[in-house]
Nanobody, 124 residues
Framework: QVQLVESGGGSVPAGGSLRLSCTASGDIYDNDCMAWFRQAPGKEREAVAT????????FYADSVKGRFTVSEDKAKDTVYLQIDSLEPEDTAVYYCAAKDTVSNWIVPALYKFWGRGTQVTVLS
């Protein structure tokens, strides 16, 4: 089993920045893909970024390229999502998820492990 705990959400004005954290514990070593999703009220869960723990390759949704940066601190078993130039449309609950490979990383149904999420609210 893998446990994922997100933190770092909050309410920030448009144009501001946040850094979200996802700390993993348990049997994480078989899960190379660590991803961030978000879900706004009334909308489907959307993949925004992922990182391969092995290769450190990163992938992003087109809607967030240039503003979101995913990274990993292996010593802390923590993955980060740096969000810059926040927009009101970024308001959502942000979730961390893990699965075996980054193949088809945008498909939520393929992920076995999820955190409980952290709320990000962008004030216009």
């Amino acid at each position: 089993q893998v446990q994922l705990v997100e933190s770092g959400g909050g309410s920030v004005p448009a144009g501001g920045s946040l850094r979200l954290s996802c700390t993993a514990s348990g049997d994480i070593y078989d899960n190379d893909c660590m991803a961030w999703f978000r879900q706004a009220p009334g909308k489907e869960r959307e993949a925004v970024a992922t990182i391969s723990k092995l290769t450190q390759l990163t992938f992003y949704a087109d809607s967030v390229k240039g503003r979101f940066t995913v990274s990993e601190d292996k010593a802390k078993d923590t993955v980060y999502l740096q969000i810059d130039s926040l927009e009101p449309e970024d308001t959502a609950v942000y979730y961390c998820a893990a699965k075996d490979t980054v193949s088809n990383w945008i498909v939520p149904a393929l992920y076995k492990f999820w955190g409980r999420g952290t709320q990000v609210t962008v004030l216009s």
